[in-house]
C-alpha cells in the first residue's frame, strides 16, 4: 500500500514509528511554521526519521501561506482504500487532551481526492495561488455510496473561496444550529456575524461552545428555550475529580472545527475538517473541509456538540458551587 500523510502537530511517537516502518511506501508533509520549524522541535526529529526510513525526496516541509494545517493520512493498496481526516493531530494532544474529531472514508474515489490534493500540495510548497488554481481547492464529491459528502481543499482564491458562502448556509438556518469552533474568538468576520445573526432569532435553537469567551454572544444556561453560546473556558475552582480532567500543559483544549445545521430536518448538513472557519483558513492555510448532507452524520455531530455542551455547563456548575 502507498501512503500520503500532511502533519500539522506531529509528535505521537506511535504514529511516528508506524510510519517509518512504512519505509519508501510513504510520502509526507509536515508543517515548518513557527516552532514547528525550530531545530529540535518534535516535527524536525519526525522528519529526520523519516528521511532516514522513506528518503529524503519523500519528505517534505512546508507551511503554504500561513500552516500546512491538514492532518490526513490517506491509503491507497490492493485490499485497503482509506483516508482519514478532521481535526485531529497526529499528536499526543491531539489524541490524548483535546476535544478533537476525525473522519474516515473508506472508498476508492475519495482516497483519490486526498492522493491528488497531496499531490497538489507536494507540487506548490509553500504557494497558495498555485494550489488555489487546482481542482483540489473546489469542491469535490467524495463519491460514497448512500452519502452525500464533498471536500474541498484550501488555500482558495477569490473564485472559490468558501467562507462567505459557509456564513450564508449558517443563515439559512431554519430550525436549529449547533456549533464546536475553536479559535472563534479571536476569527471576527462573516461566521461569527452569522452565528450571532441566528442567534438573535428567537425562534431558532442555538447551542455553541469556543475555547474562549467569545465577544458578542452572551452566555446563558441551558433550562430554557433562548438561543446560547457557552464557552469553555469557565473551569476555575472545579473540585476533584473534574479538576485534573484536562491535563497536558497549556493550550487549546476545545479543539473540534463543527457547525451542523438543521439536524432533525431532510436538509440537515455538518461542516467539519481541520478549517478553522477563518479568512487565514480560507486563502491561506493548507487545510481540509467537509461538507456531509446527510442526517444521520449530522445528528452524529449534534449529540457530540450537546454533550460538551453539557459537560462545561456541568463543570461551571460545579466550580460555582463551591464558591
Known amino acids: 500500500a502507498q501512503v500520503r500523510a500532511t502533519a500539522y502537530d506531529f509528535n505521537e511517537p506511535e504514529i511516528v514509528s508506524r510510519m517509518v516502518k512504512l519505509g519508501k511506501r510513504l510520502r509526507i508533509i509536515i508543517d515548518d511554521s513557527g516552532t514547528h520549524g525550530q531545530a529540535g522541535s518534535a516535527e524536525d526529529k519526525a522528519e529526520q526519521m523519516l528521511i532516514v526510513s522513506a528518503g529524503a525526496g519523500n519528505v517534505q516541509r512546508q507551511h503554504m501561506g500561513e500552516l500546512q494545517h491538514n492532518k490526513t493520512i490517506a491509503i491507497k493498496g490492493n485490499k485497503l482504500q482509506l483516508a482519514v481526516c478532521g481535526s485531529t493531530n497526529l499528536s499526543w494532544r491531539g489524541f490524548f487532551v483535546q476535544n478533537n474529531n476525525a473522519v474516515i472514508v473508506h472508498c476508492a474515489s475519495a482516497v483519490q481526492l486526498f492522493f491528488d490534493a497531496f499531490d497538489n500540495l507536494w507540487n506548490n510548497k509553500n504557494n497558495p495561488a498555485g494550489f488555489a488554481a487546482t481542482s483540489s481547492a473546489n469542491w469535490n464529491n467524495l463519491s460514497i455510496s448512500g ?14 473561496a ?25 476569527t471576527p468576520g462573516p461566521i461569527l456575524n452569522a452565528i450571532e445573526k441566528v442567534t438573535g432569532k428567537s425562534k431558532l435553537f442555538v447551542y455553541g461552545i469556543s475555547d474562549k469567551t467569545v465577544g458578542g454572544l452572551d452566555i446563558q444556561k441551558p433550562d430554557g428555550n433562548p438561543p446560547i453560546a457557552f464557552p469553555a473556558a469557565l473551569l476555575t475552582a472545579v473540585p476533584e475529580p473534574f479538576k485534573t480532567e484536562a491535563t497536558g500543559g497549556a493550550g487549546t483544549r476545545m479543539h473540534h472545527k463543527f457547525v451542523v445545521i438543521d439536524f432533525e430536518k431532510p436538509t440537515a448538513r455538518v461542516y467539519l475538517g481541520s478549517y478553522n472557519f477563518s479568512s487565514s483558513a480560507d486563502m491561506k492555510n493548507g487545510e481540509n473541509l467537509l461538507l456531509i448532507q446527510d442526517r444521520r452524520v449530522a445528528v452524529s455531530y449534534m449529540v457530540q456538540a450537546v454533550v460538551m455542551f453539557d459537560h462545561y455547563e456541568f463543570r461551571d456548575a460545579l466550580a460555582k458551587a463551591s464558591t
Open 162 to 186: 468558501l467562507l462567505a458562502k459557509i456564513a450564508n448556509d449558517i443563515g439559512q438556518t431554519s430550525s436549529s444550529l449547533f456549533y464546536s469552533l475553536a479559535f472563534l474568538y479571536e
Open 147 to 160: 452519502v452525500q459528502a464533498k471536500i474541498s481543499f484550501s488555500p482558495h482564491n477569490t473564485t472559490n
